[in-house]
């Protein structure tokens, strides 16, 4: 008995790095404001993203994805925490003064990763707290190089952005942009020359990092702050599309893209490896020749018709995700991190979360379904607006934002939005009717009942301030602890 207890200790780690090496690696790579028709293999057109179509080729895509918030913040959250952003009280876009960030009680996907090992790395973009108690390095990830917020949140008026330091003007309330390495701020504020960097930047630290950790399972999240206003290329890229700068924008991510899978291939890791695509909300429209398109959706960044929350998506994993496959059923961002939790034997956290394993429909496997019964969008103040049950999509009575049909802006300068109302509910089957045009409710009263009832069920759980219901299920998000 002595002997097999010794030999048990002795094993036990060796056992340990055999399921490691045997462990799937994740690279999530996360574009900003990156709309639908914005990828070659979903309809671009103007610039060119082989790389992204070869990915596409050599995997699955998704024509029904979608983030839980068509906003910054929000929809981070659910990727990061596998819950509604209501749920987890992270609302809209946080400011740079936001005395809130995401609660360090909640379990990230790289707090997932680091229960079996995993090194852990985001280069990017976080959005989910500028405090240093917010930070990805205090939330599972063991090396973090990026933006804490969005590259908009500029200390310089716009009108200056491009002028000598002395003719700049600050923008009221604004601190500076810092890039920041781990949690200590290492330019304290980036430049528009520097922002050109950014999509190198963060690509080298990715291949280093890969690199690095080559004989080890990681996780590896690549938040891009492009293609988010304003606009900022490399010189490698500038002039390259026949769309212009936002052309030549998603063309450098492209070449992001193939930098990572290169490596790689380089470290002989493909084949053990879930490379997936997507981006966190739709396109910001008022902005014009410097936004993407949703096309044919309905609608853009910032409201919760498909056109903000319905994105890209690419996932490739070759002898596991079959080539070429494009799945139809719809899946969201909360579904990622229990689907990786199975894959890779972790536990889930002991607090309840939203999202399901959505593995078969990646897999592509015959006649697989999606497993929720209803999706929930929220958005302003905790506004419940939208239910999407298969190809149904509920509109709940509420207030959206819409350019009404005006084009977008020019070179960075925005058109304005104006205001409209939905005074009751509309029902739309996407199945048919994909840019959400036809409203089906007096044809449907059944289907409207029954996605009504699960908003009910999300209001009771989650709340709805339009409603002016308490979720029963909510948390608190980390706040500031004010010192004197």
């Given at each position: 008995m002595r002997k097999f207890l010794v030999s048990l200790f002795l094993f036990a780690p060796l056992a340990l790095i055999a399921a490691q090496k045997q462990s799937p690696n994740l690279v999530i790579i996360f574009c900003d404001d990156l709309g639908y028709a914005d990828v070659g293999c979903y309809g671009a057109k103007g610039w060119t993203t082989p790389n992204?179509?070869?990915?596409?080729?050599?995997?699955?895509?998704?024509?029904?994805?979608?983030d839980a918030q068509p906003v910054c913040s929000a929809s981070r959250s659910a990727l990061m925490t596998g819950c509604y952003p209501s749920r987890v009280g992270?609302?809209?876009?946080?400011?740079?003064?936001?005395?809130?960030?995401?609660?360090?009680?909640?379990?990230?996907?790289?707090?997932?990763?680091?229960?079996?090992?995993?090194?852990?790395?985001?280069?990017?973009?976080?959005?989910?707290?500028?405090?240093?108690?917010?930070?990805?390095?205090?939330?599972?990830?063991?090396?973090?190089?990026?933006?804490?917020?969005?590259?908009?949140?500029?200390?310089w008026h716009p009108d200056f952005a491009n002028k000598?330091?002395?003719?700049?003007?600050?923008?009221?309330?604004?601190?500076?942009?810092?890039?920041?390495?781990g949690d200590k701020?290492?330019?304290?504020?980036?430049?528009?020359?520097?922002?050109?960097?950014?999509?190198?930047?963060?690509?080298?630290?990715?291949?280093?990092?890969?690199e690095k950790n080559k004989a080890r399972p990681f996780f590896l999240y690549v938040p891009h702050?492009?293609?988010?206003?304003?606009?900022?290329?490399?010189?490698?890229?500038?002039g390259k599309s026949e769309r212009g700068l936002f052309g030549d924008v998603i063309e450098e991510i492209d070449w992001s893209v193939g930098e990572i899978m290169a490596a790689l291939r380089k470290h002989g890791l493909e084949k053990n490896t879930l490379v997936i695509f997507s981006s966190d909300n739709g396109p910001w429209l008022p902005y014009g020749n410097h936004a993407g398109s949703a096309l044919p959706l309905r609608e853009g960044k910032g409201t919760c018709w498909d056109g903000g929350v319905r994105v890209p998506f690419i996932a490739r994993w070759p002898g596991k995700i079959p080539k070429g496959k494009v799945c139809k059923e719809p899946a969201m961002t909360i579904d990622i991190l229990p689907t990786f939790a199975k894959l890779i034997g972790a536990?889930?956290?002991?607090?309840?979360?939203?999202?399901?394993?959505?593995?078969?429909?990646?897999?592509?496997?015959?006649?697989?379904?999606?497993?929720?019964?209803?999706?929930?969008?929220?958005?302003e103040n905790n506004q419940l607006q939208s239910v999407l049950s298969g190809t149904w999509k509920l509109q709940l009575p509420h207030t959206y934002r819409t350019l009404g049909g005006k084009p977008g802006g020019r070179d960075g300068v925005p058109t304005p939005y104006e205001q409209r109302k939905l005074q009751q509910a509309e029902l739309y089957n996407l199945g048919r009717d994909i840019g959400e045009a036809t409203d089906v409710a007096a044809q449907h009263p059944d289907i409207v009942k029954r996605l009504e009832a699960f908003a009910e069920q999300a209001r009771d759980e989650l709340g709805d301030s339009l409603t002016k219901r308490a979720g029963k299920g909510v948390r608190e998000p980390g706040r500031v602890v004010e010192t004197n």
């Open positions: 992204l179509d070869r990915l596409a080729s050599e995997g699955i895509r998704f024509t029904q994805f979608y992270i609302m809209g876009a946080l400011g740079p003064n936001a005395k809130i960030g995401l609660n360090s009680n909640e379990v990230t996907l790289a707090e997932i990763a680091k229960q079996r090992g995993y090194a852990t790395a985001i280069f990017g973009k976080w959005h989910l707290g500028r405090e240093a108690q917010f930070l990805p390095v205090h939330q599972g990830f063991d090396e973090y190089f990026g933006l804490p917020y969005s590259n908009d949140m500029w200390p000598p330091l002395e003719e700049r003007r600050r923008r009221p309330g604004y601190p500076d942009l810092p890039m920041i390495d701020v290492v330019i304290p504020c980036v430049t528009s020359n520097e922002q050109s960097q950014l999509t190198t930047w963060y690509t080298e630290h990715a291949v280093k990092f890969i702050s492009m293609p988010h206003v304003p606009l900022h290329v490399s010189d490698k890229f500038r536990k889930l956290p002991e607090h309840k979360i939203d999202g399901l394993d959505i593995w078969p429909l990646l897999a592509g496997r015959r006649n697989a379904k999606n497993p929720h019964d209803a999706y929930f969008f929220y958005y």
